[in-house]
């Protein structure tokens, strides 16, 4: 199968859901997150402010945010994305794709990112990550060496093998909402 085919058939599956069983997965793997230790023991993590169709991770943004880690957020600039620190959320603003952005002080010791949690249209029980195509995660994760970088998806997203290429940053886990968690 091909990328392309496979991100159609996450787009439809996504079509199927309901925003409130959306909700649903997005609270619960954020509950998953929360309790993980490695969460707990990191200061700088690199977020992302959620597309309408990926999974919202608000609840993991405002909890590190309110408890004093240094939370970072991408913003897109020409064909890469840049990190910055975030302030509040009275500090975003669109932007490319309609995404909320930071607008804070750019953030550049790549190092220091302890854990990055990373939206994708799909990913694969080896850790593998498909994007949306653009290549922005693509050329942001290899900067991040030392970060324990974590998948973030809906159940149906959560795939036995998808397509990688050797370009391709496997994540070291992938956190999931099941089935069996849907509350709706």
Known sequence: MTKQILRAQIRAAKRQHSSTQLAAFSKNLCNKILNMPI??????????????????????????????????????????????????????????????????????????????????????????????????????LPRLTQAHKIGVCFPFQYLDEIPCEEHDVVMDEVISSSINDEIC
């Open 39 to 140: 969460y707990q023991s990191a200061h700088t993590l690199l977020l992302y402010s959620p597309l309408t169709d990926e999974a919202d991770v608000s609840p993991i943004i405002n909890d590190a945010y309110g408890n004093g880690k240094t939370v970072l957020l991408p913003k897109v600039v020409g064909d890469d994305l840049e990190l910055h620190i975030y302030k509040g959320v009275d500090t975003l603003e669109r932007g490319a794709f309609g995404i909320l952005e930071p607008r804070g002080e750019v953030f550049l010791d790549y190092d220091q990112v302890e854990v990055a949690i990373v939206p994708g249209m799909a990913f694969d029980k080896a850790g593998h990550r498909l994007g949306r195509g653009k290549g922005f995660y693509d050329r942001l």
